[in-house]
């Protein structure tokens, strides 16, 4: 099995709201750099990417417009969906701002900082879409059993179930009903 020997710090594990945080740039590559920290949460389990700023030394703002998990160990646990830990965050850099890498250096000190606004887009629809999946669970057990995957964006979400027979518009009111007491609630949400 192959195994990288460096990892990126995920400094969103340590503090959900954390939105910029020091690093050091570790490597270069033709459209995007590699830190040695980051808050930037990347595309993962169907849901998008941070997008935000690294910013340089001399004070440029190198925007990155997607944040990709790379080289992960698989995390082998039985009856539990295939996930990676450890692995690289690869910043990939607005094509307009390509040219800023020419001046950055491994070693560099920068700040990473994320689109505060475009992180609690996500989070809402990454939170709509548990509060529809326990609707799924208590009308549906047979869908939920059988998710094929979702995709969670700043405007939207989706959940992709394989079923036999299809999700009726009586059990679509019912699911419904049951994510918007969710939401009545207005409980707080804990990471």
């Excluded at 400094?11 to 270069?28: G, I, P, Q, S, W």
């Excluded at 980051?38 to 004070?59: C, F, K, M, R, S």
């Excluded at 529809?132 to 059988?146: E, F, K, N, T």
Aim: aromatic fraction near 6%.
């Amino acid at each position: 099995m192959f195994s990288l020997n460096r990892k990126t710090n995920k400094r969103y594990y340590e503090d959900f709201n954390l939105d910029r945080c020091v690093a050091t740039v570790v490597k270069l590559g033709a459209g995007h750099v590699e830190l040695d920290a980051t808050v930037a949460y990347p595309e993962g389990g169907g849901q998008d990417a941070d997008h935000g700023v690294i910013v340089l030394q001399n004070g440029v703002e190198v925007r990155f417009i997607h944040a990709k998990k790379m080289y992960g160990d698989h995390l082998a646990v039985a009856d539990f969906p295939d996930i990676q830990i450890g692995g690289v965050i690869e910043h990939i850099v607005h094509p307009d701002d390509i040219g800023y890498l020419a001046n950055v250096r491994v070693g560099d000190a920068v700040e990473v900082r994320i689109n505060r606004l475009r992180r609690a887009q996500l989070s809402l629809s990454h939170t709509a879409c548990h509060f529809l999946l326990i609707g799924v669970q208590q009308i549906r057990p047979d869908a939920a059993a059988w998710i094929l995957g979702c995709h969670i964006r700043t405007d939207a979400a989706r959940l992709d179930f394989a079923v036999d027979e299809r999700i009726s518009a009586e059990e679509i009111r019912e699911i419904e009903t049951i994510a918007n007491a969710f939401v009545l609630r207005a409980s707080d949400v804990r990471v």
